[in-house]
């Protein structure tokens, strides 16, 4: 449905030019749910904003259903965004309407009779979990039920398209849940294709199919969720997947200087990291009694990703040392990575 060739963006800065997207190539698939992940900085928003033309790329191609929507005139653009929703991390609701006033703002001059937009706000407010309050102000809402307001009235003009703008960064973890459950049941429902941008990692996890990785400006990773972060390549997107996983853990610990890793000689410790969808999930028991060699977990998360497991182990390993040598052969055999983090 979305197709980027190529496309940068420069802004002029005070010390000189500022490139905040470089060479992107991007290809989104309608019905998808499409991450964009980045720390602060990297061109995220910036690349967003490109797909619909709120900042014009300096050059490359934007096709929207084959269609390079650069070259259109700007009312042809203003059709073209109609199919493009968009809400934001701060809601930018009017805080002087109603909520059926900001559900029904899009609607303003479309040439529909009162009847027929208030059953349409109905109709939205139904669909986001938001019946009933149509007569509220934004500031008697929650940041949650705020967001649903949004959603609705980015589906006013009942959108191909939804693109999100850190939209679930200004909410607490289980607001976040309910937000990013309502966007999955609206991908499912609707077949809405949805871009989403996010420096959280369990976002991209729980709800995206895939993910591009961004960092300065460019777009240096992306696949499939499962593969890109089950064997990620770059060191950023390395970085994400530490933060949220058992390495960083154990990273606090070794900075601590834990008595749990003072370790005894013929000890080691090791990280499994699961590489591939049909990993064994019987892993310690087996490898204790194949080759005779104490494992003692002591950190670990396993999540499912696409209803595959997606994770790892640290594990602190006894025995003689080319059991240790067996027991890592055999892993990278069957494609468990494994690194030694430590060695008495």
Request: hydrophobic fraction near 40%.
């Amino acid at each position: 449905m979305i197709r980027l060739e190529d496309v940068c963006k420069v802004f002029a800065g005070a010390q000189g030019p500022v490139e905040a997207v470089k060479h992107v190539h991007l290809t989104i698939e309608s019905g998808e749910i499409f991450g964009i992940i980045g720390f602060s900085g990297a061109g995220k928003s910036t690349l967003l904003r490109c797909i619909n033309l709120l900042e014009r790329p300096t050059s490359g191609r934007v096709l929207f259903d084959d269609t390079d929507i650069t070259q259109l005139s700007e009312a042809e653009v203003r059709a073209v965004r109609r199919r493009i929703g968009m809400i934001f991390q701060q809601f930018n609701l009017f805080n002087s309407r109603t909520v059926f006033g900001n559900v029904a703002f899009p609607l303003a001059g479309r040439g529909l009779s009162k009847n027929e937009v208030a059953a349409r706000v109905a109709e939205l407010l139904e669909l986001v979990g938001l019946s009933g309050r149509e007569g509220d102000y934004p500031s008697q809402l929650s940041g949650g039920q705020k967001q649903r307001v949004a959603i609705a009235r980015a589906l006013a003009s009942d959108p191909d398209v939804l693109l999100c703008d850190e939209a679930t960064s200004a909410l607490d973890p289980q607001t976040t849940q309910s937000i990013l459950q309502l966007l999955r049941e609206l991908n499912r429902k609707l077949g809405l294709t949805i871009v989403l941008i996010t420096h959280e990692m369990q976002v991209i996890k729980e709800i995206c199919h895939h993910v591009a990785v961004m960092e300065n400006g460019a777009v240096v990773e992306q696949g499939d969720v499962f593969s890109v972060f089950a064997n990620p390549q770059q060191a950023v997107t390395r970085n994400f997947m530490e933060m949220t996983s058992h390495v960083a853990g154990f990273r606090r610990l070794l900075k601590d200087k834990s008595p749990l890793l003072e370790l005894k000689p013929g000890q080691c410790i090791l990280s499994f990291r699961y590489l591939e969808r049909n990993v064994c999930s019987a892993l310690v028991s087996y490898l204790s009694r194949t080759y005779d060699v104490d494992l003692n977990i002591i950190f670990g998360n396993v999540e499912m990703i696409d209803g595959h497991p997606l994770g790892g182990l640290i594990v602190i390993a006894e025995g003689r040392e080319k059991s240790i040598r067996d027991c890592i052969d055999y892993l990278e055999n069957i494609h468990v990575g494994v690194e030694v983090l430590l060695n008495a």
